[in-house]
């Protein structure tokens, strides 16, 4: 047994129902709070002392059923099961009762303490919707707690609760079904109950009856013939119902929570809010798009314009570094290489601060305002014509940004097909260190039209490669389901720990491969190998992309960070001129190159570390072949026209 | 709310020209749910979002083309992708 002063402690619930505010505030560990269902997939942990007692909190993925239907959901259930926590804190979102119930009740069928936490109970009072938290409590037979927890009001009486109960949980009520479906439970409880089984009875017949491959599997490890009485009297269900067992039971489970819900709500009709206004508006065929382009290139504009400022001031601050560094480390090639380690980290903090900063606090504020899932819904249809469905759109405006953090946001996709598919469509997006080169070399020398043009260009190879990956990867397309929730007023507390906490996992994830990469290839430059290097390349550089040698070892560097292309090109000119050197042509072929060539280092490493090497190097090397291509056959076809 | 739901059973009775597709409604129209076609892979999800036979349907509003719309079911907003709207059998009101 445990120790006596502890007590454990899980959160679940439905997606986008404040359960990681919930967790933020018991545990004072910050983590992501999602305005779109089911962000947290990650496990997170956390303790607390309260009253002598030591709780630890453990923050379940958000889900919406405890069938195992995805990752994150079966390791929901596994963890319940197994652990055994002493109780399970189910976060309910008050103003969608009727729908977060269905999990409750799935909940309560597992026969674990249950806790019941309403959650923004301020926001259903407001819409009108009177929830009778007694007549709850004295239908589950569990605690019912009305809580608002991004204020915290409400969270103390859930650790009251808690140690209150502590040892004293006692068994609740259970969901009970239609006719039919009850006389095949209780055939079946018999049999199951010889198995003793750490599971509840009861579950596991209902889990057979809904065809839970999980479930299934173990049993017919244990007791065949059990699996097939299961499946016989499925067929019985299947022949009254006319569908699958599977839908009976959640249909019937639906219409339990429906009932419920009614018994227990009163509704007063209230006036349409601005909100609600505000909510016909974002979402209308056209208004909807004419405000998402301006509210999207408004957040670009003003990132772009304190990015370059910012960026600006930095780079004044750490002019005089390098010189600092040699006159106190002298010039050997260990402090040369010191150095080249420094200033990694200070180019990943040039990055970091004036442009992914401002972008993720705009980011955040609109996710947490609910704009982000009407973005969602407006290009939707766009994305299916990619194989991949609306929630895609959010990985890709943060790609606009930085394909690093935007290939980590992929996260929120359902499959791994869908993960992965939207992932190697970031990598193409040009981040804002490629549209430096883009506006810096094209739009300076050339004309602001072809650098829009190469915008252009990226849409239409995104489109193309996400086309053709979808077709390559197997699996069938998702369709897009998911909750549209509510304009609210933002917190500004949530924007900021999140975008702290996207900071942080932004810096720790690209800041070794930057660094070792970083000191790497300053290493073959003092080797003198670079020219060697060039020479090697020079056959796709110089005779297929018409390129000085030059540009070799620059695309080298670019891996580092791409707008070192443009840095280092105007270090070996002594110039920032680039007209001198480049022909128009050569600048766009140039721009090309950099925007597709290869993702840059710390973007390679957040797709090795969530899709394998073996993934990661399958997309560098095409993605290079790919650029070379592009590029060499863009320059031919300029040659006729410039 | 407003809604009534039935066992599954009653709903049967309605004639099947009375039926259309969810992704053939319009703006503004409402409805209940009668059945969901499609695998059961799908009802499932569906019937966890509050989406099974019974439940009243509101379509808020639908995108242009073949994309997205927003309903209300369960006294809750959703979005849903046409192609799953289409494998859900309607009686409008």
């Given at each position: 047994m445990s120790d006596e002063k502890k007590i454990s402690i899980v959160l679940a619930g439905q997606g986008n129902t404040g359960k990681s505010a919930v967790f933020n505030y018991l545990t004072g560990l910050h983590q992501h709070i999602g305005n779109w269902a089911g962000k947290t997939i990650e496990k997170s942990e956390g303790t607390l002392f309260y009253k002598g007692f030591t709780i630890d909190v453990v923050d379940l993925p958000g889900i919406y059923s405890l069938t195992t239907l995805s990752e994150e959901e079966a390791i929901s259930r596994d963890y319940i099961i197994n652990q055994k926590p002493d109780f399970v804190i189910n976060i309910v979102d008050s103003t969608n009762l009727e729908r977060n119930l269905i999990f409750t009740l799935q909940l309560l069928e597992l026969d674990c303490p249950v806790i019941i936490v309403l959650n923004m109970y301020d926001l259903a009072r407001k819409k009108g919707i009177l929830i009778d938290s007694k007549g709850l409590e004295k239908h589950f037979g569990v605690p019912v707690i009305p809580a608002v927890a991004s204020r915290g009001a409400g969270l103390s009486k859930i650790l009251d609760k808690v140690v209150e109960l502590k040892d004293n949980t006692g068994s609740h009520w259970q969901p009970h079904f239609g006719k039919e479906v009850e006389s095949c439970i209780d055939e079946l409880i018999p049999d199951i109950s010889d198995l003793k089984s750490k599971y509840p009875a009861r579950w596991i017949a209902l889990k057979l009856l809904e065809k839970d491959r999980e479930i299934i599997d173990m049993i017919s490890g244990i007791n065949e013939p059990l699996v097939r009485k299961a499946a016989v009297l499925g067929k019985k269900l299947e022949d009254i119902h006319g569908h699958d067992s599977s839908v009976v039971i959640s249909d019937e489970r639906s219409l339990l929570s429906f009932q419920i819900t009614r018994e227990s709500t009163t509704y007063k009709r209230t006036m349409q809010t601005i909100n609600e206004r505000l909510d016909a508006i974002t979402t209308h065929r056209i208004s909807g798009y004419i405000l998402m382009t301006l509210i999207i290139g408004g957040m670009f504009f003003s990132v772009f314009s304190f990015g370059n400022w910012f960026s600006g001031l930095l780079d004044t601050l750490f002019s005089n570094w390098h010189n600092w560094w040699n006159s106190f480390a002298g010039t050997s090639v260990t402090a040369s290489l010191g150095w080249a380690a420094i200033e990694s980290v200070l180019a990943l903090f040039q990055i970091a601060f004036p442009y992914i900063l401002p972008f993720y606090i705009l980011l955040y504020l609109l996710e947490d305002w609910g704009y982000i899932a009407r973005i969602s819904f407006l290009m939707d249809n766009m994305m299916h014509k990619m194989?991949?469905?609306?929630?895609a759109c959010v990985p890709f405006i943060i790609g606009l940004g930085c394909n690093v953090p935007g290939c980590m946001a992929?996260?929120?996709?359902?499959t791994r097909r869908e993960r992965f598919i939207t992932a190697v469509l970031v990598t193409m997006i040009p981040c804002s260190a490629v549209s430096v080169i883009i506006f810096g070399l094209v739009g300076k020398y050339v004309g602001i039209w072809w650098a829009m043009g190469l915008y252009l260009m990226a849409v239409a190879a995104i489109f193309a490669v996400g086309k053709i990956s979808s077709r390559l990867m197997l699996g069938e397309p998702v369709e897009l389901i998911m909750p549209m929730p509510d304009f609210k007023t933002p917190q500004i507390r949530t924007v900021l720990y999140q975008t702290w906490d996207s900071l942080k996992e932004f810096v720790y994830i690209a800041s070794p491969i930057v660094i070792i990469a970083g000191v790497l290839i300053h290493a073959i430059n003092l080797a003198g190998w670079m020219p060697a290097v060039a020479a090697v390349l020079s056959p796709v550089t110089v005779t297929w992309l018409g390129l000085p040698a030059i540009t070799g070892i620059l695309l080298i560097f670019g891996i580092l960070r791409k707008e070192l292309i443009l840095v280092m090109l105007a270090a070996y000119l002594g110039t920032t001129d680039f007209a001198q050197v480049l022909s128009p042509q050569q600048m766009i072929t140039l721009a090309i190159v950099s925007m597709f060539y290869v993702p840059c280092i710390a973007t390679i490493s957040v797709l090795w570390k969530e899709y394998g090497w073996k993934k990661a190097m399958a997309v560098c090397v095409l993605e290079i072949a790919f650029a070379i291509f592009l590029a060499g056959v863009v320059k031919r076809i300029l040659g006729f026209v410039l | 709310m407003f809604t009534h739901r039935h066992r599954h059973?009653?709903?049967?009775?309605?004639?099947?020209?009375d039926l259309i597709p969810l992704s053939e409604m319009k703006e503004e129209q409402s409805g209940i749910i009668v059945e969901i076609t499609g695998g059961a892979h799908a009802a499932k999800r569906l019937a966890d979002l509050?989406?099974?036979?019974g439940a009243e349907v509101e379509v808020l509003s639908s995108t242009f083309f073949s994309g997205p719309m927003q309903i209300h079911v369960c006294g809750s907003k959703l979005i849903i992708g046409r192609g799953l709207a289409k494998k859900i059998i309607i009686k409008l009101k």
């Open positions: 194989g991949i469905h609306g929630k992929c996260r929120i996709m359902e | 059973g009653r709903i049967y009775e309605t004639l099947k020209e509050g989406l099974s036979p």
